[in-house]
């Protein structure tokens, strides 16, 4: 036997020792630690991700990157409005390697030479000994708020933290793992967590990256600047390639990042505060590198990038005739205002660009690169419409020297570091703006009366011609088209304001700002939203425009008239942005719902498939019944959370997901607290979207479709607390269900089927607890 496989006899084993070698050599295959990609990372991203995620993760523990991982946890919140100096950076491409992060104050959870197992085990361990008690409800020991005070211990800190919050294991607030994937985590854990960042194979795409590359790092002047104005719009953006990707069942996304290396060698990031920081190089390269992380629904903002995408820059940017002399450089006092940076850029080409994907310009703000921000967001209604100034009525020479004229009265609050105090300077200057532009579009009057043709169409053809934005307390949602029957208010956007929404909330944002800077930013967008309203109201009859002003700035008091004293005229007095008459034609004694009604006409060919309620495949019977909750209003509706995800279950394991929103009225939204004060709950409504819509939800539901009718009714009937928690007795998934991780598993499957480019990880620390 030995010969015929070319062995020698006498190098033949015993047969005893030779079957223990085999059985020792088995055992250590069976006994080997789960793989990290392969097992581990997708427990991490299923059941860890849901909270540890983004800037607002605890601890500064972020669980979606292996980076996040291996760099541990920090006490200090990144989240954090009293700080009067700003924090240092922490993001994970600002330091690397094990020493750099202890150096910037961050512990381990992974097991290292000191702790066996790790912090991370620990917490597992505490789970399985202390499971959530029996009960509908978590008990009140429990702190969910988003500003609670955070525990993080440290690993020689464990056993203090253990036996002050025995209950407090990880997952926190949540029911405990599965036992299966708790017995992998702990067997890699107690292996010693081997594992390192896994690279994604992106050889399919390796024609395309080097395409764009060529394209992003052309010698001309003319291109060099496209390419940073590009890069400063699109740093955030989760770039794919469709043609590539088109037939395949999975995707990467990329990041487009600035490089000291060119293409062809390999990418050495220029990691700074802000997008238009000084790079520290003399010449910068845009480079694409993949998305290596856990997609999460907060922070993805599809991009993409084909040959017909690359065609329309090239047509904008360099086939239109003009000449860039020389190149801006980075100084602080000018790299920060778009209109200074990018003079050379035709005004004409920068407007197209950022309205070809609007909605995506407009989801800059309201989704990144902030994870939440009530602060920021309490500028916004809980729900408004979008729409934008037609390019074609500027005149690309007039518009180009206005701006130029007006430079310095567009500078933004990100310029400085001196923050709060800088507010009446901006005050003053977007006074003197406001004024310019009143004179402009009194000129443009007479060429060009208001009238429907004011807004962009979308040249026939383009979605992102009117949007809807949702405001869900501290987080929002963008979607293309007009949702909901009447807005609480609405937009009208030109270039200047949509440039300087982009550079004052997403460029120009440091989430790790002082509270001067981050305050100033939020006070900044208070004259953003005025202007673009009162844009919109240009639309309506002269005589009927003061009424909606103040029905849109009710009770706007003393505060809004200190604070904003500069510009009260056009909030408060006599003045508006134009007192001609709007050339629309209106036929009822109410014009402004008239106007919503006749957007709604003009804009109906352009609606994308999607939230609308019409668009579920769901039964009539179902999507019929739904509908009955979208006629609720008033005070009762207070009892309601801000997302509600709605699962129906029907036969043959067909699920169909409804999003129900809670949109709470205000007086006014120009004033920085209180809040809770200018609430007008009488006026609250909700709307029903199809599908997933929103990163945060508060309340899951499952409901057999057989009972929807029983379902619908109760919710309608819901009426005071303990009405709201019967019905969550019968169909609510509830922080502590026995099936959260079933039900949680299939909404992540359904949530990519259904939506394969926007869909992520959900973030599950809003969930309530009642």
């Known amino acids: 036997m030995t010969a ?15 079957l223990l070698l085999w059985l020792s050599l088995s055992s250590r295959l069976l006994a080997a630690p789960p793989d990290y990609t392969n097992d581990i990372k997708p427990i991490l991203e299923r059941r860890c991700v849901v909270c540890h995620s983004c800037y607002d993760a605890p601890c500064q523990l972020k669980l979606n990157a292996w980076e996040g991982l291996a760099r541990g946890a920090h006490r200090d919140r990144i989240y954090d409005v009293t700080r009067l100096l700003a924090a240092p950076l922490t993001r994970l491409e600002d330091a690397e390697g094990e020493a750099a992060w202890r150096a910037k104050g961050f512990h381990p959870v992974l097991p290292d030479g000191q702790n066996a197992g790790g912090l991370m085990l620990k917490l597992l361990q505490l789970k399985q000994q202390h499971p959530l008690p ?41 029911p405990a793992l599965p036992a299966e994937e708790q017995s992998l985590l702990i067997r890699w854990l107690e292996a010693g967590a081997p594992g390192q960042a896994p690279t994604r194979n992106i050889d399919r795409y390796g024609d395309a990256i080097a395409g764009w590359e060529r394209f992003f790092n052309q010698p001309s002047n003319k291109a060099r600047l496209m390419s940073r104005y590009i890069y400063e719009h699109l740093f955030i953006a989760s770039l794919h390639f469709d043609t590539v990707d088109d037939g395949k069942s999975e995707r990467t996304f990329f990041r487009l990042v600035r490089s000291e290396t060119p293409p062809g060698q390999p990418v050495r990031m220029i990691a700074t505060r802000r997008p238009y920081d000084p790079p520290g190089t003399d010449r910068v390269y845009y480079r694409l590198i993949p998305v290596q992380d856990a997609g999460l629904a907060k922070t993805r903002m599809p991009y993409a990038l084909n040959p017909q995408r690359q065609q329309r820059w090239q047509q904008l940017f360099l086939d239109t005739d003009y000449r860039v002399e020389h190149l801006p450089g980075y100084d602080p006092d000018s790299a920060a205002n778009p209109f200074v940076t990018f003079e050379a850029l035709p005004v004409n080409s920068r407007y197209r660009f950022m309205l070809d994907e609007a909605g995506f310009t407009i989801q800059g ?27 074609e009525l500027l005149q690309a020479e007039g518009e180009a020297h206005f701006l130029a004229e007006q430079r310095a009265n567009l500078r933004l609050p990100a310029e400085s570091t001196a923050g709060l105090l800088n507010w009446l300077r901006y005050a003053e200057h977007e006074a003197d703006y406001l004024e310019a532009k009143r004179r402009a579009v009194k000129q443009l009057a007479r060429r060009v009366p208001p009238s429907l043709d004011y807004l962009w169409d979308g040249d026939g053809d383009n979605p992102n011609a009117s949007l809807t934005v949702f405001r869900h307390f501290d987080s929002a949602s963008v979607v293309r088209g007009l949702l909901g029957q009447a807005p ?10 949509l440039e300087r929404i982009h550079y004052l909330l997403v460029a120009g944002f440091d989430v790790y700002g002082n509270v001067g800077h981050q305050l100033s930013s939020r006070i900044y967008m208070d004259f953003l939203r005025m202007e673009s309203e009162f844009n919109f109201l240009t639309l309506l009859p002269r005589d009927a425009r003061q009424a909606a002003r103040d029905d849109w700035y009710r009770d706007a008091g003393e505060h809004v008239r200190d604070y904003l004293s500069h510009i009260k ?12 008459d709007s050339a629309i034609k209106f036929s009822s004694a109410e014009p402004l719902p008239e106007l919503y009604g006749l957007l709604r006409n003009k804009f109906a060919s352009l609606q994308p498939p999607g939230f609308r309620l019409g668009d579920s495949p769901a039964p009539p019977g179902v999507t019929g019944s739904l509908e009955r909750l979208q006629s609720m209003r008033g005070a009762d509706l207070a009892i309601f959370p801000e997302i509600s995800l709605i699962r129906i279950d029907g036969d043959e394991e067909r699920r169909w997901y409804f999003t129900l929103l809670h949109n709470s009225a205000h007086s006014n939204v120009s004033e920085l607290f209180h809040e809770q004060d200018r609430r007008l709950p009488e006026e609250d409504s909700l709307l029903l979207a199809n599908g997933v819509l929103g990163a945060y939800p508060n309340q899951f539901f499952r409901v057999e479709a057989d009972r929807i009718d029983n379902f619908v009714d109760r919710l309608t009937g819901v009426d005071s607390e303990s009405a709201y928690r019967e019905v969550l007795d019968r169909y609510g998934i509830r922080r502590t269900a026995s099936d959260f991780w079933h039900y949680s598993d299939l909404l992540y499957l359904d949530y990519q089927r259904l939506r394969p480019l926007e869909a992520g990880v959900l973030d599950y620390s809003r969930l309530e607890n009642r």
């Open 569 to 580: 005229g056009y909030l408060f007095g006599h003045k508006m942005l134009y007192n001609g």
């Open 4 to 18: 015929m496989y070319g062995l020698d006899p006498r190098y033949r084993l015993p047969m005893g020792l030779a």
């Open 488 to 497: 609480q208010s609405a937009w009208l956007i030109g270039y200047p304001t």
């Open 134 to 174: 029996p009960g509908p409800r978590l008990p009140d020991s429990f702190e969910l708020s988003l500003n609670r005070d955070q525990q993080c211990p440290a690993p020689e800190d464990f056993a203090d933290y253990a036996r002050d919050y025995p209950l407090w294991g990880m997952p926190y607030g949540l």
């Open 365 to 391: 703000f309201i989704k990144s690169p902030v994870c939440r921000g009530q602060v920021a967001l309490n500028v916004i209604n809980d729900h408004f419409w979008v729409f934008f100034v037609d390019p």
